[in-house]
């Protein structure tokens, strides 16, 4: 079973909105710090945004800062990504990602334990 399963990634149009939704499988995830990553193809993972396990507080690559919103909700065990004025840049594979840690966030992709499949967001021009 996977332990995280993301959603929401589509085909938008340049300056559209778009939210991306990451479903983990147990409750203990609650408590993890996560994280979005983003990767094109045959290039490395970039941190995008990371919230740590309580939630209240949230940290930003400098490309996304102001553009996008990292959010949890631990009701539903769901982490999101707001994305807002997109553009074609932003094309790429988006990966959610999990640290059994819950005190802060963290920006490096090794420093996380659990990977999602990944979702694919597509803007046109």
């Known amino acids: 079973q996977a332990q995280l399963v993301e959603s929401g990634g589509v085909v938008v149009q340049a300056g559209g909105s778009l939210r991306l939704s990451c479903a983990a499988s147990?409750?203990?995830?609650?408590?993890?710090?996560m994280g979005w990553f983003r990767q094109a193809p045959g290039k490395g993972r970039e941190w995008v945004a990371s919230i740590n396990g309580g939630g209240g507080s949230t940290f930003y690559a400098p490309s996304s800062k102001g553009r996008f919103t990292i959010s949890r909700d631990n009701d539903k065990i769901e982490v999101y990504l707001q994305m807002n004025s997109l553009t074609h840049e932003a094309t790429d594979t988006y990966f959610c990602a999990a640290r059994a840690s819950a005190g802060r966030a963290y920006s490096s992709e090794d420093e996380y334990d659990y990977w999602g499949q990944g979702t694919q967001v597509t803007v046109s021009s």
């Open positions: 147990r409750r203990a995830f609650n408590n993890y710090a």
